[in-house]
């Protein structure tokens, strides 16, 4: 019998277009499915538009979103998604993550699930992960003194990386990368989504590899 593709979910509301639409370029060369995910809930049209012309596939809520319907989750950054799920900007490092948003990210890591994060969605899963990760969450944001601060608060390793440089935390199944917070050379962000969907592909087929 044949086997279903795949399908990993892509927040897509605010998120970094580069990121998004580079990593919907990679999912497709490695045979996945993309499920593009609104965090929107004020029913916004032109918004609900924008997301969908970006996706060109049906855009699904978060709150519709179970663990156990998909194979991973990417968490694009963008000020705009960022701000949008935490209070870090306003709390600084007592900030929070959106509940929701929270319950999904424990939910794919406790299926032992991977994640994966660029630029300041990094900190996101690292605070929504707080508490709960086997062993020391190592990721990355780029180069950002203010995010990896915020990254140290809550008990995680920030790792400075170059442009396109994937960092892979093989104990906690996230790959993470700096994206376009690291660099506005397309050709790098285009790495940056390969690298990052290559690392997800390697967690989530079981392969062995180093943490970084």
């Known amino acids: 019998m044949t086997k279903p593709p795949r ?3 892509v927040i897509v509301t ?21 499920l593009p995910i609104t965090i929107d809930s004020d029913g916004d049209d ?40 935490c209070d870090f900007d306003k ?16 939910g794919i890591y406790r299926l032992e699930k991977p994640v994966g994060a660029l630029g300041s969605a990094s900190l996101l899963v690292v605070k929504a992960l707080q508490g ?6 190592i990721v ?6 203010k995010l990896q601060a915020g990254i140290g608060s809550t008990g995680a ?10 960092v892979l935390d093989g104990e906690n199944r996230i790959a993470s990368t700096g994206g376009e917070l690291a660099t506005k050379r397309p050709a790098e962000v285009y790495d940056a989504c390969e ?18």
């Open 195 to 212: 690298n990052l969907i290559k690392g997800l592909d390697e967690f989530i087929k079981g392969r062995k590899h180093e943490k970084y």
């Open 157 to 166: 390793q920030a790792v400075v990386t170059r442009p396109g440089e994937v």
């Open 46 to 85: 032109q918004a609900r538009y924008i997301e969908a012309k970006l996706s060109r596939s049906p855009v699904v809520h978060i709150e519709e979103i179970k663990a156990t319907g998909i194979n991973a989750l990417i968490v694009p950054g963008g000020k705009t998604l960022f701000n949008s799920l």
């Open 91 to 106: 709390s600084g490092n007592a900030f929070k993550v959106d509940d929701i948003f929270k319950n999904l990210v424990k």
């Open 14 to 34: 605010g998120g970094a277009f580069w990121e998004i639409i580079f990593c919907f370029l990679h999912l497709e060369n490695k045979g996945y499915l993309r």
């Open 7 to 9: 399908k990993i979910g």
């Open 132 to 137: 709960i990760t086997s062993s020391e969450a």
């Open 140 to 145: 990355t944001v780029g180069n950002d003194p």
